[in-house]
């Protein structure tokens, strides 16, 4: 294997343009993500262009002809917690220098990005034109847009604005025999075309179309009750209502499995500088659902919750981070509230409104405010769960195992009682955070995992937590996605003829499986436990991601 590596290290420095690393020190650094798992490279390629992705792909391909399989791993900035950024074979890593802004219309709002790009230069860019991307995650200061249209991500506003799936508009994608293609919606003539192309091109979309319209009866059961959810493939929206195709869904979220994303044309919304906020808090799980429900009525641009076990285990760390803030005891339950509507009489109404549900459930109103400085203490109340994620104490660390719960909002309280009641079980402290406004919450027991019973208890405890998201209509994977770590539990969550039909798109894809193997499919609890890290703690990474 040694030699082999060096063999194919020294051919690829031949024939791309960007750099090749074989050195254990890289090679080391890319063996883990922001997940609890560590997998083993054997190169590093910075790849300079698309054209040297293209070679890569199918230099692997000619291989996998011959019979040797050398995965390829297309990688951001690594903040993946479920493995997904991970793999034995070439990490491809496109920040280096596929990480251009392309093209800007600040009428349209249509921008066009390469996938190294990071999020939040683009975001800023975007601001000063009036402009933004709302599905950014908590970790847009260190992450890709090639990252986030991998995981279909989404955080504080998908509420309103919905996930990184629906601001993408049109990709340029790699296929796994190099060649490249362009995805955008098509219409039932265009489709025609593509699938009369004697190409892979064209074989991709025939039986896709196929696949389409013989497991049709079937697709509604992929869909879920839920507002969001990054498991397994979009089948179900290629097909437009009105007959339209596009591929494009089944690329965003697919964490490289299907090809490798070089150019992605997303859909920027309007950015109102002036929103309103208003936290209140809380003393019933009862009274959090009803006035949850109300409140998604008034369309709030974020609804988001942290309970007081998280703000009590905050004090006890960092005693000053809540100082002017709340004061002790905390509410059992705290709801952070946003309107961002362009008028701000609209904002006004909305407020109004938000303010007769509290009074109706006895919530109490914490703070309610629209000056900028005022709103970003109110968010630090809820970013505050990024203290205990990076502190380690007595070895225990806050480990990404079940960071992503989401279920159909109307269960959302369901999730939080029996959240409670499976770490008290397990004799765990819990804390709970997220977005309440798509029942979508985050928590991450703290776990020694150099510890075999630690570790042991890690499977035990993602066991009984997707079992209880799944019988409350839920998904295990609101917006980090399957990676390595929940591919195991696709089966759980899917009825059998679903779970047959995204193999079927992986295979159509990636008939040799070189790219991502393991990621979505291929991965058993079996082979977790053999990659699950003897420690975890975020020093290798924490300088590029900002735990909450």
């Given at each position: 294997?040694?030699?082999?590596?060096?063999?194919?290290?020294?051919?690829?420095?031949?024939?791309?343009?960007?750099?090749?690393?074989?050195?254990?020190?890289?090679?080391?650094?890319?063996?883990?993500?922001?997940?609890?798992?560590?997998?083993?490279?054997?190169?590093?390629?910075?790849?300079?262009?698309?054209?040297?992705?293209?070679?890569?792909?199918?230099?692997?391909?000619?291989?996998?002809?011959?019979?040797?399989?050398?995965?390829?791993?297309?990688?951001?900035?690594?903040?993946?917690?479920?493995?997904?950024?991970?793999?034995?074979?070439?990490?491809?890593?496109?920040?280096?220098?596929?990480?251009?802004?392309?093209?800007?219309?600040?009428?349209?709002?249509?921008?066009?990005?390469?996938?190294?790009?990071?999020?939040?230069?683009?975001?800023?860019?975007?601001?000063?034109?009036?402009?933004?991307?709302?599905?950014?995650?908590?970790?847009?200061?260190?992450?890709?847009?090639?990252?986030?249209?991998?995981?279909?991500?989404?955080?504080?506003?998908?509420?309103?604005?919905?996930?990184?799936?629906q601001m993408t508009?049109?990709?340029?994608?790699?296929?796994?025999?190099?060649?490249?293609?362009?995805?955008?919606?098509?219409?039932?003539?265009?489709?025609?075309?593509?699938?009369?192309?004697?190409?892979?091109?064209?074989?991709?979309?025939?039986?896709?179309?196929?696949?389409?319209?013989?497991?049709?009866?079937?697709?509604?059961?992929?869909?879920?009750?839920?507002?969001?959810?990054?498991?397994?493939?979009?089948?179900?929206?290629?097909?437009?209502?009105?007959?339209?195709?596009?591929?494009?869904?089944?690329?965003?979220g697919s964490q490289?499995?299907?090809?490798?994303?070089t150019a992605a044309?997303?859909?920027?919304?309007?950015?109102?500088?002036?929103?309103?906020?208003?936290?209140?808090?809380?003393?019933?799980?009862?009274?959090?659902?009803?006035?949850?429900?109300?409140?998604?009525?008034?369309?709030?641009?974020?609804?988001?919750?942290?309970?007081?076990?998280?703000?009590?285990?905050?004090?006890?760390?960092?005693?000053?981070?809540?100082?002017?803030?709340?004061?002790?005891?905390?509410?059992?339950?705290?709801?952070?509230?946003?309107?961002?509507?362009?008028?701000?009489?609209?904002?006004?109404?909305?407020?109004?409104?938000?303010?007769?549900?509290?009074?109706?459930?006895?919530?109490?109103?914490?703070?309610?405010?629209?000056?900028?400085?005022?709103?970003?203490?109110?968010?630090?109340?809820?970013?505050?769960?990024?203290?205990?994620?990076?502190?380690?104490?007595?070895?225990?660390?806050?480990?990404?195992?079940?960071?992503?719960?989401?279920?159909?909002?109307?269960?959302?309280?369901?999730?939080?009682?029996?959240?409670?009641?499976?770490?008290?079980?397990?004799?765990?402290?819990?804390?709970?955070?997220?977005?309440?406004?798509?029942?979508?919450?985050?928590?991450?027991?703290?776990?020694?995992?150099?510890?075999?019973?630690?570790?042991?208890?890690?499977?035990?405890?993602?066991?009984?937590?997707?079992?209880?998201?799944?019988?409350?209509?839920?998904?295990?994977?609101?917006?980090?996605?399957?990676?390595?770590?929940?591919?195991?539990?696709?089966?759980?969550?899917?009825?059998?003829?679903?779970?047959?039909?995204?193999?079927?798109?992986?295979?159509?894809?990636?008939?040799?499986?070189?790219?991502?193997?393991?990621?979505?499919?291929?991965?058993?609890?079996?082979?977790?436990?053999?990659?699950?890290?003897?420690?975890?703690?975020?020093?290798?990474?924490?300088?590029?991601?900002?735990?909450?």
């Amino acid at each position: 294997n040694f030699y082999m590596s060096n063999k194919i290290a020294e051919y690829l420095r031949e024939h791309v343009s960007g750099e090749v690393s074989s050195d254990s020190r890289t090679l080391d650094f890319f063996s883990t993500d922001g997940s609890v798992l560590t997998v083993a490279p054997r190169l590093a390629v910075y790849p300079k262009n698309a054209q040297d992705v293209r070679k890569v792909l199918r230099f692997c391909w000619r291989l996998a002809e011959k019979g040797t399989i050398l995965p390829i791993t297309a990688r951001g900035s690594g903040t993946d917690q479920a493995g997904g950024a991970l793999g034995d074979g070439i990490i491809l890593t496109l920040p280096a220098h596929i990480n251009k802004l392309l093209s800007l219309d600040a009428k349209t709002g249509l921008v066009t990005v390469q996938p190294g790009i990071n999020y939040r230069s683009l975001q800023t860019t975007l601001n000063s034109h009036g402009l933004f991307l709302p599905p950014y995650p908590s970790s847009i200061d260190y992450s890709t847009i090639g990252g986030a249209v991998a995981n279909n991500a989404s955080g504080v506003r998908t509420v309103k604005y919905g996930d990184t799936r629906q601001m993408t508009k049109a990709l340029d994608v790699v296929l796994s025999n190099g060649d490249t293609i362009y995805t955008t919606r098509l219409s039932k003539k265009e489709l025609a075309k593509k699938k009369s192309l004697h190409t892979f091109e064209g074989e991709i979309y025939r039986q896709v179309d196929d696949l389409i319209h013989e497991v049709g009866d079937f697709l509604e059961q992929s869909e879920l009750g839920t507002t969001k959810n990054s498991s397994g493939y979009a089948l179900s929206q290629v097909v437009g209502k009105d007959g339209s195709f596009d591929l494009t869904p089944l690329i965003v979220g697919s964490q490289g499995t299907l090809g490798v994303v070089t150019a992605a044309q997303l859909q920027a919304s309007l950015h109102n500088t002036n929103s309103s906020m208003i936290m209140v808090g809380l003393t019933r799980l009862e009274d959090l659902s009803e006035l949850n429900l109300n409140t998604l009525s008034l369309t709030p641009s974020a609804l988001e919750i942290v309970d007081k076990n998280l703000l009590n285990q905050v004090h006890k760390l960092q005693p000053n981070q809540l100082n002017g803030l709340l004061e002790e005891p905390y509410p059992n339950f705290i709801l952070i509230v946003e309107f961002d509507d362009q008028k701000e009489k609209d904002q006004a109404k909305k407020v109004k409104r938000f303010k007769a549900f509290a009074e109706d459930v006895e919530a109490t109103i914490l703070a309610e405010t629209n000056d900028p400085d005022d709103r970003e203490k109110i968010w630090q109340v809820r970013n505050s769960a990024a203290i205990i994620m990076g502190e380690v104490h007595s070895g225990k660390a806050a480990v990404p195992i079940i960071e992503d719960g989401c279920v159909p909002p109307g269960n959302f309280t369901k999730l939080i009682s029996g959240t409670y009641s499976l770490f008290s079980k397990y004799n765990l402290d819990v804390a709970v955070w997220g977005h309440a406004g798509d029942a979508n919450i985050h928590l991450q027991p703290m776990l020694n995992l150099s510890i075999l019973g630690d570790r042991q208890k890690a499977f035990k405890i993602m066991d009984a937590y997707y079992g209880l998201v799944l019988d409350l209509g839920g998904t295990i994977s609101g917006e980090h996605n399957d990676g390595r770590l929940r591919a195991p539990y696709m089966k759980t969550m899917y009825p059998a003829s679903i779970y047959e039909a995204f193999a079927r798109v992986k295979q159509i894809f990636d008939p040799y499986n070189i790219l991502n193997p393991g990621v979505k499919f291929g991965t058993t609890k079996e082979d977790l436990v053999l990659m699950m890290r003897h420690e975890f703690e975020s020093a290798h990474w924490r300088k590029r991601l900002p735990m909450s």
